[in-house]
């Protein structure tokens, strides 16, 4: 098993994720420089946090032109694991490997805190060994993490059970002081159509030891190894 | 030949700076202002070969697939010689 | 590269005018004619003018710095470089430095702030250390109060709103965690506020660069952005020679360009690692003039430079213009022959600019060529070295204010019936809210404090705890701990006593966390040194630092001086600001600031000697109680027993390597009533405690007073003994058991009288949302 970085120019959590997968997890991990378009036989693909392209035009939308996202949209077509994390989430979003788009905080400037976050489903490859309803605390750092997508969009992700993570209190309610951005039906994180691409805004890889302040987000990088292994799954 | 593109919200998009703004001029006293939506704006530098047909097109597509994120925007654009 | 030409630089007409438009004395001017032996080129004074500006040259202060203390066992690299470097072990080595941005954050607060961020960063991953945590120092003029023009608010608003997005935009996009620092508001930064940016980068002890040209022949790198206008001074820009063919003129504001920034971090870590590159220096202020003599002179050789191959961002840039512009986000590198393309196929990737501009010579001066003609031929030592040094006059200190309290001080102190006639919990809850008290969240939200994820304790914590990852041998992770600190205001009232205080509260804070202070940088930000009295603070104030640094063990790496922080004759309060580094063996016995738990004892370590009631008096006019609560300003700073501050701060880094305790945090502004307040906040924690007053003062001292060398400290109940037993073998320091945190309640009773009782989510309210709230009511009135 091998999971691959990616590395835009401007990602500045390549390293924090793959220290995560090498350290914590203990997997084989790989940089994938944006310019090739190899994954190099990763079984696993993490596009880290950061601002790719100094996210001058928009937040994510420079990265999807780089060779290496070609190859990566392929790779999610054939139902190769993907995790997106913070600009991860809006680089998939651009790429349309997801649906919806993140916009500009609802109070207009970057915020970094620990949030709560609440765990909408099991059923996926990343949210295996959690429970549906588990609450994690996990860490946001962002400018534009405000989800948004139309009412048929949204629609379908419920009905799909689409919504991985959704902003909650410490005790899971699904409250409008718990939502830290504006973003649609508190919504943190959303699986694709085949369920094996997730992008979400909270920080997984910041909030995987406990010296750091919380561990609670191993479990998404956990479930992705159970699933790659076979050990757990659906 | 330059082309200039603007590009916005789509007005069925919360925008909160545009809201912000015009919270602001309202409490300035700015009383004529109803509305305000802010946006970026492009100029680009085109070949002098391209005609104007062309340059349209090839302005709407840059637009298009690149200057925009269709979830949640939209552009205009005007040409100038 | 052409031999050199026989045929010297063009002089320039020299009139008073131009001198006075390039800031040279007549007397400076005939140096520059005795170095060079010849009239120079208008080129050739633009380079004198900026290197031997106040900002370059240090010519006022220098004689002064010579006094402080700057070696230990672990420094590596004192001042003189790019930043200082200290051994932090296990064959890490970390460079930090602070600096000032004031000027030109008060000019454009956003890009200020950001190219403030930009340019300490560049001193760090210079020396190849990878940035690893930024704090700042900042200082605006009031955001609320009575009898302040709406205007001036506003404007102060403006400032605090752009600074800190800048500061925030530059280094989230950068990727370098912030730990906060410190924030503070008094009148006499209203025209004039300080961005004071701190900056520490992890480097391994054995892959130091340093910026310094070696090996004659070697090809001479640029690298980064292009060469603009940018920061030219306007005044030089009129000129008359330069009018004729001069485009029309740029404003002075630099731009920042993080995602720039991060690229040439990037690609300069990367090219150093090839082994290729020799000595690497980054263009900060006077851009490419600084660098270019800087590293020639370091090295005892010369650079000889084409300005043709610069790259440019405009067409038709003069010499002059090339040589003064500071366009951010540009690296200077000198590589060994021959291998000048491993380096150049770096940037390459990483989509930079770097071209070769210049070879370095034997011969130890500064070249200049544009279009092949000689327009700067300069010996490197006249610049650097050999720079104008001044003795200024320093004038006699005199205190600035009243040693005694007023009457009406007094009196609503209830001084004289000795009546308990106030409410101390209403005074408690306006001083949470004040702005210099409140929590600074709004602020340090709005930086990403957690990226690289090594951060153990960040912003709101007494100081930044950072672990270093592939440390400790297998073992227990190093860590890092470091602090801001410093108060104008008590350095106004006494620059000596008040910078010892800046060392030794930035260092407490440090001790605090458990890790033992081991070395300091600082950032001077005065007045106009050509005024005796300023001179005299500056003195003082250095001598004061030497001395707390001396005591401390925390010798100065470097640093840097802002002087002239003066508008409309209004000048700032001597505000030297510390930062000190401190190291911390196995960063999981890391002390938080916070109470943790009900059931904890409340303990008070603080010294054995108190004060007269006289010298007790004069000291709480120096208080953040006299400020707020009383809007007056009298007598001195808390006196400061150096001995015993080393013993506390040895105590503490003790207690928490035996892990004895739950939590340390220093008493300072709003003394033992807001340290107590605000070690309930984090985890919504009571306490209950016993304050005893042995001299016959209104109840305001014990609670407000803010006392030097006291740390609160909570343990187990069941450990009191062996903390008081720990703390017995110092000198000089007493433990009082006050008392023990509780649920919800905040209690403080002064000699079994009850005097404050409040509940801690009350006051976590008011504390919590003061900042924001200040801001609001103004911007959106």
């Known amino acids: 098993m091998k999971f691959g970085v990616l590395v835009f120019p401007g990602s500045n959590c390549d390293h924090d994720t793959f220290n995560v ?84 905080n609802a109070g207009l400037k970057y915020i970094c805190k620990q949030v709560h976050i609440r765990t909408e489903t099991a059923d996926s490859p990343f949210t295996s060994t959690l429970r549906k309803g588990q609450v994690l605390q996990v860490p946001i750092g962002h400018m534009d993490g405000n989800y948004f997508c139309d009412q048929s969009t949204l629609d379908t992700l419920q009905r799909n059970d689409r919504v991985a993570f959704r902003y909650s209190t410490p005790t899971g309610e699904i409250t409008p002081e718990a939502n830290p951005n504006g973003s649609l039906s508190n919504i943190a ?10 992008g979400m805004m909270p920080h997984p890889d910041r909030s995987s030891e406990r010296i750091l302040g919380s561990a609670d987000g191993f479990a998404i990088f956990a479930s992705m190894v159970a699933a790659l292994t076979g050990a757990a799954g659906r | 030949m330059k082309a200039h593109v603007y590009v916005t919200l789509k007005s069925t998009v919360l925008d909160p700076q545009g809201q912000t703004i015009g919270n602001a001029l309202r409490k300035n006293q700015y009383h004529g202002v109803t509305d305000v939506r802010q946006g970026k704006y492009f100029v680009l530098t085109l070949q002098d070969s391209l005609d104007a047909a062309d340059a349209a097109a090839e302005v709407e597509r840059i637009a298009r697939d690149i200057l925009t994120n269709p979830v949640i925007e939209e552009f205009t654009y005007r040409l100038e010689d | 590269m052409k031999p050199v030409a026989a045929v010297a630089p063009e002089p320039t007409t020299v009139t008073p005018e131009l001198l006075a438009q390039h800031s040279i004395t007549a007397e400076e001017y005939a140096r520059i004619e005795e170095a ?111 009898g302040i023009p709406q205007e001036l608010l506003h ?77 030219i001074h306007g005044a030089t820009m009129a000129s008359e020679e330069f009018k004729e063919g001069s485009e029309q003129k740029r404003p002075n504001v630099q731009v920042g360009d993080p995602f720039m920034e991060k690229l040439l971090l990037e690609g300069c870590i990367e090219a ?353 109680y006299a400020k707020q609560v009383l809007g007056e300003l009298w007598g001195v700073p808390p006196s400061l027993d150096l001995a015993v501050e080393a013993s506390l701060q040895k105590a503490l880094s003790q207690l928490a390597a035996a892990k004895l305790l739950h939590s340390a945090r220093d008493i300072s502004d709003g003394g033992i009533a807001v340290a107590l307040a605000e070690g309930c906040f984090e985890h919504n924690v009571g306490v209950s405690v016993k304050l005893l007053e042995g001299a016959d003062l209104p109840h305001a001292w014990p609670l407000f007073q803010e006392s030097a060398s006291q740390v609160i400290v909570t343990c187990d109940e069941s450990a009191v003994g062996k903390v008081r037993a720990l703390v017995a073998a110092f000198d000089g320091l007493r433990v009082d058991h006050l008392g023990e945190t509780v649920a919800d309640q905040f209690e403080i009773a002064v000699n079994r009288h009850p005097v404050i009782r409040d509940n801690v989510t009350g006051l976590k309210n008011r504390w919590a949302h003061a900042l924001e709230g200040a801001l609001r009511e103004v911007v959106t009135a």
């Open chain 1, 21 to 104: 997968v090498a350290e914590i997890a203990h997997q084989p991990v790989t940089f994938l420089w944006h310019d090739s378009p190899s994954l190099e036989n990763c079984d696993a693909i993490l596009v880290p946090g950061g601002f790719a392209y100094g996210d001058y035009l928009r937040t994510g939308a420079l990265a999807r032109f780089s060779p290496v996202m070609q190859s990566v949209r392929k790779f999610a077509d054939d139902g190769g694991l993907v995790l997106g994390i913070c600009n991860g989430f809006q680089i998939l979003c651009e790429a349309g490997l997801l649906p919806g788009a993140l916009m500009r």
């Open chain 3, 36 to 146: 060079l032996g010849r009239t120079p080129s208008l080129t050739e004074l633009g380079i004198y003018s900026v290197m031997w500006s106040e900002h370059c040259s240090y010519k006022s202060s220098r004689v002064h710095l010579k006094r402080l203390p700057t070696k230990s066992d672990r420094v590596v690299q004192g001042p003189g470089e790019n930043a200082g470097i200290i051994d932090v072990g296990d064959g890490w080595a970390c460079a930090f430095k602070i600096e000032s941005h004031n000027h030109p954050s008060y000019i454009e607060p956003f890009q200020g702030a950001t190219t403030g961020v930009g340019g300490i960063l560049r001193d760090i991953f210079t020396m190849n250390a990878r940035p690893f945590a930024v704090m700042d120092s900042l200082r605006f003029g009031p955001i609320a109060g009575e």
């Open chain 1, 189 to 198: 994180g959303i699986l694709n159509e085949g369920r094996n691409v997730l």
């Open chain 3, 272 to 624: 150093m690692a090839t082994g290729a590159v020799l000595g690497i220096q980054d263009m900060g202020a006077a851009g490419l003039t600084c660098s270019t003599c800087e590293m020639g002179a370091r090295g005892g050789v010369g650079l000889d430079v084409e300005l043709d191959l610069v790259p440019q961002r405009e067409t038709g840039m003069s010499a002059y213009e090339t040589m003064l512009s500071e366009s951010q986000e540009r690296m200077l590198l000198v590589a060994e022959k021959g291998r000048e393309n491993e380096v150049l196929e770096v940037f390459k990737k990483w989509g930079l600019d770097a071209v070769i501009v210049g070879t370095v010579i034997a011969e130890p001066r500064l070249r200049i060529r544009h279009h092949g003609v000689l327009v700067a031929d300069i010996p490197n030592q006249s610049l650097t070295d050999d720079a104008p040094l001044y003795h200024r006059p320093v004038g006699e200190w005199k205190a600035p204010v009243q040693m005694e309290p007023t009457r009406s001080a007094l009196d609503k102190l209830g001084y004289e019936d000795r009546v308990q006639q106030r409410n101390y919990a209403d005074d408690l809850r306006l001083l949470l809210g004040a702005e210099n008290i409140c929590s600074k969240r709004w602020v340090h939200e709005q930086y990403d404090s957690m990226v690289q994820t090594n951060t153990v304790q960040g912003p709101g914590c007494e100081a930044g705890v950072m672990r270093i990852k592939d440390s400790g041998n297998g073992g227990p992770q190093r860590g890092l701990a470091m602090a801001l600190d410093g108060n104008g205001r008590w350095c106004y009232l006494d620059p000596k006593l008040g910078a010892e205080h800046a060392v030794a509260e930035a260092a407490r804070k440090v001790a605090c966390t458990g890790a033992t202070p081991v070395a300091a940088t600082n950032c001077l930000n005065f007045g106009n040194p050509e005024k005796p009295e300023i001179m005299a603070q500056l003195s003082a104030a250095i001598d004061g630092i030497a001395e707390a640094c001396i005591a401390l063990g925390t010798p100065v790496t470097g640093g840097n001086v802002s002087l002239y922080n003066e508008t409309r004759g209004e000048g700032i309060y001597p505000t030297p600001v510390l930062g000190i580094v401190g190291i911390i063996d196995d960063v999981t016995t890391a002390l938080p600031s916070a109470f943790q738990a009900p059931g904890h004892a409340v303990l008070l370590i603080s010294p054995e000697k108190i004060g007269t009631i006289e010298e007790r008096l004069r000291e709480f006019g120096s208080s953040e």
């Open chain 3, 155 to 231: 404007k102060n608003h403006t400032i605090v709103e752009g600074v800190v997005s800048g500061v925030a935009s530059y280094g989230n996009c950068f990727g370098v965690p912030n730990l906060g620092g410190e924030t503070k508001f008094e009148e006499c930064y209203s025209g004039n506020p300080l961005v004071n940016a701190f900056a520490l980068g992890l480097v391994r002890r054995d892959e130091i660069f340093y910026a310094k040209a070696t090996g004659i022949g070697n090809p001479v790198i640029y690298v980064g952005a292009k060469t603009g206008r940018d920061g």
